[in-house]
């Protein structure tokens, strides 16, 4: 295996990681959103903003994987 593929695993690892790492703290704020209704507006709109920047990061990672991924194998295999 040369460079590429290790920083390509490690991009992916560190990403999972990272995903893992914070995903009880996402589902902790949206069981507090879940929780206080329509009280606390700023608090309220700073953890759905949250939330959300959490989902499209984790996206926007996954494709990135798959991507690499697919040309990882393209260039192994290629």
Known sequence: MNLLHWMILF??????????SMKKRME???????????NGAY???????AIIY???G?????VVSI???IWSFNDFFG
Do not use: P
């Open 11 to 20: 991009i992916i690892v560190s990403g999972f990681i990272t995903v893992a």
């Open 67 to 69: 991507f690499l991924i």
């Open 58 to 62: 984790t996206v926007a990672w996954g």
């Open 28 to 38: 902790n704020k949206l069981a507090r959103l879940v929780a206080q209704g329509e």
């Open 54 to 56: 959490w989902i499209l």
């Open 43 to 49: 608090k309220r709109n700073r953890d759905m903003q």
